[in-house]
């Protein structure tokens, strides 16, 4: 039983390229959600989506920043122009659809570093 | 705006001692999770902790949680190196969302 599977992880980018990273949910899991970690800092919430649907994304960048988890493959978090500011780990979660379990499972993350 | 805070953000002990990280929040929720994370890697989940009151205790670690002080505590009993890790608390920011609000994290280092 996979966990949560992301790729790439590690990502170099120049600025202003593009950086796509993906994820893969737990087997059985209808819920994604993408978290940010900045050096030396906790996760913070960047969006949450079920599938074909974006939930909740308070926490996107208004710009630059999107995020889908189609029907069918994995979701993906695209970066468009990427800036230094953008260097980070992002880490993906997945969640099961019945709001008892109580269980959250994270990714081993995908670390991007823009040069 | 839910704020999570943890002390001390820097840790650092001897094996053999016992010591305590603390987590804050700032408003009510119904769940409080315990993770760890080694550098470069992903979080292990530790603790879930879901009433007031309730405590779970794993190996050399012990959480607890008091939901009407908005405060839960790690405990760590006599800390071995293998411990070395930074500790994150989070809170869930809105009722079975999973949607996590964390801390900075506390930055553990057991010397030997």
């Known amino acids: 039983n996979a966990g949560v599977m992301q790729n790439p992880r590690h990502l170099v980018r120049r600025r202003g390229q593009e950086a796509r990273l993906r994820c893969s949910p737990m087997?059985?899991?209808?819920?994604v959600y993408w978290y940010r970690q900045l050096p030396e800092e906790g996760l913070k919430f960047m969006v949450y989506?079920?599938?074909?649907?974006?939930?909740?994304e308070s926490g996107m960048p208004k710009e630059r920043f999107s995020a889908e988890f189609p029907k069918e493959g994995p979701s993906i978090l695209r970066i468009q122009q990427v800036v230094r500011g953008d260097s980070a780990a992002y880490f993906c979660?997945?969640?099961?659809?019945?709001?008892?379990?109580?269980?959250?499972?994270f990714g081993e993350g995908s670390w991007l570093t823009v040069v | 705006e839910l704020k999570v805070e943890q002390n001390p953000l820097f840790l650092s002990m001897q094996e053999g001692k016992n010591y305590t990280i603390y987590c804050n929040y700032s408003t009510t929720s119904d769940r409080l999770y315990w993770y760890r994370q080694d550098p470069g890697k992903s979080l292990e989940s530790l603790f879930v902790l879901l009433s007031n009151g309730a405590v779970k205790q794993e190996g050399r670690l012990m959480a607890s949680l008091d939901t009407k002080a908005r405060l839960s505590t790690l405990h760590i009993t006599a800390a071995v190196h293998d411990l070395s890790a930074t500790y994150f608390c989070?809170?869930?920011?809105?009722?079975?969302?999973?949607?996590?609000?964390f801390g900075k994290g506390t930055k553990l280092t057991v010397n030997p």
């Open positions: 979660a997945s969640s099961p659809s019945d709001p008892n379990r109580n269980t959250i499972y």
């Open positions: 989506l079920q599938k074909e649907n974006i939930i909740d």
């Open positions: 989070a809170v869930d920011l809105e009722s079975g969302s999973e949607k996590l609000v």
């Open positions: 087997k059985g899991h209808s819920h």
